[in-house]
């Protein structure tokens, strides 16, 4: 029993960094917003500080999601995942892995609608995108880019970024995020023998 709440607890900093990255919130807004210091924030989402009711509570406020979304649910053997979508910015956003570290795997889903103007962020992290439905426009750095179905691109994200619709129509894509210094590869065709 005492491993299954380990692993519990384990798992809320990873949820806790992918929310507050999704919702583009500096640790010091949060920390303005919750009134719990910069430092206890970064270690909770680190895993270096135990969560507490305490603590948990004015952050499932904070980011408008229920308790038991931070501390997920206990183990019951069922292997189907239940994962539940989050909306930000006019932005579907539905988490496919539920581990604690490592690689995070996202869908997201922007409905038809009028391109929005693009508004950079940067942010600890790397992390790669793949399109799948409609045209997504993408603002890296000083590059202004539109990608289409299958398209892929990887970036660092303390470059400054943004992605969005390209036209009026809905935009579907997949997103792995990696903390800083881990990075995915991708292949366009095998090597020559």
């Known amino acids: 029993m005492d491993e299954e709440f380990d692993d519990v607890l384990a798992a809320v900093g990873p949820r806790l960094r992918a929310l507050r990255l999704n919702s583009n919130t500096t640790l010091a807004a949060l920390a303005e917003a919750t009134g719990i210091s910069v430092s206890t924030l970064s270690r909770l989402e680190s895993g270096q500080r135990r969560p507490n009711l305490e603590l948990l509570l004015p952050l499932a406020k904070a980011h408008r999601v229920p308790l038991d979304e931070l501390v997920g649910a206990p183990a019951t053997g069922d292997p189907r995942l239940h994962l539940r979508p989050m909306v930000r910015h006019g ?33 600890e992290g790397y992390e ?63 090597r020559s023998s």
Request: charged share 20%; no cysteine; net charge positive.
């Open 91 to 123: 932005m579907t956003i539905i988490p496919l892995t539920r581990r604690p570290g490592g690689i995070q795997a996202y869908k997201h889903i922007l409905p038809a609608g009028t391109p929005d103007q693009p508004d950079p962020q940067v942010h």
């Open 128 to 190: 790669w995108l793949y399109v799948l439905n409609g045209k997504l426009r993408m603002v890296l750095g000083g590059q202004d880019l539109v990608m289409g179905p299958g398209e892929a691109a990887e970036f660092d994200t303390r470059v400054p970024h943004w992605f969005g619709r390209a036209d009026t129509k809905a935009v579907e894509f997949l997103s792995l995020f990696g903390t800083q210094g881990e990075r995915m590869h991708v292949r366009a065709k095998p």
